[in-house]
């Protein structure tokens, strides 16, 4: 039984996490991580360093990292893993798995998330309320969904992708799936019809690459 809980992310994304970590984990200690201490409580939780969560005596320690920057995340789940901490996964009581769904170490599935059927996410993926994955697409690892993103099946999204709110990822087929390439940036609000390269960001409707000048 984990006892002891750690969250990075106390400025934004972290403190939405918490309750329903608190609701998954009744009778864990939970506190936020944060490298630059600027509060030693927030929302009425203790905030500790780093070294301050790996030190302090705890039978089994878990962390959830609750960053939206898919290259921080990664920074952050090295070093966990690093100093032996393990990567929790945690959903909301209200979020939704259907059939065959595989979800890697270190998921967070906010409100009102769905995963419906035969569904493949990698390590450390982010869907942030109301988001959507529908059946047969492929999630790398390190992928961010923001809130409202609509995935539909047969997508593959590639590592360190993220998909901004409301963006939609039209459907493809098993022969052809739209494939979102690695670190690719989609837009808020963008309406996603073709495949988008590796480190590309794209917005609008339909989707376009962003020039800048």
């Not at 942030?128 to 609509?150: E, K, L, Q, R, W």
């Not at 709110?165 to 087929?173: F, H, K, N």
Request: glycine residues 10%.
């Amino acid at each position: 039984m984990i006892d002891l809980i750690g969250v990075y992310g106390a400025s934004g994304f972290g403190r939405e996490v918490v309750p329903f970590v608190a609701e998954n984990h009744p009778n864990a200690d939970i506190v936020f991580i944060e490298d630059n201490l600027v509060a030693d409580h927030i929302n009425d939780r203790e905030v500790w360093t780093f070294e301050q969560f790996t030190s302090r005596p705890a039978e089994h320690r878990g962390a959830i990292v609750a960053i939206a920057d898919p290259r921080v995340r990664e920074l952050l789940d090295g070093r966990c893993r690093q100093a032996k901490v393990e990567l929790l996964t945690v959903a909301h009581p209200n979020s939704v798995k259907l059939d065959d769904v595989t979800l890697g170490d270190g998921a967070i599935l906010c409100a009102f998330v769905t995963i419906t059927s035969n569904v493949r996410i990698g390590r450390s993926f982010h869907a942030n309320i109301y988001s959507y994955v529908a059946h047969d697409c492929v999630i790398g690892d390190f992928v961010t969904f923001a809130p409202g993103v609509m995935c539909n099946g047969n997508v593959r999204v590639e590592d360190h992708a993220y998909i901004g709110t409301g963006a939609v990822l039209r459907q493809g087929t098993r022969e052809k799936p739209l494939v979102i390439g690695q670190g690719a940036v989609i837009g808020m609000g963008a309406v996603v019809t073709k495949d988008v390269p590796a480190g590309v960001t794209v917005v609008g409707n339909p989707a376009r690459e962003l020039v800048k000048n």
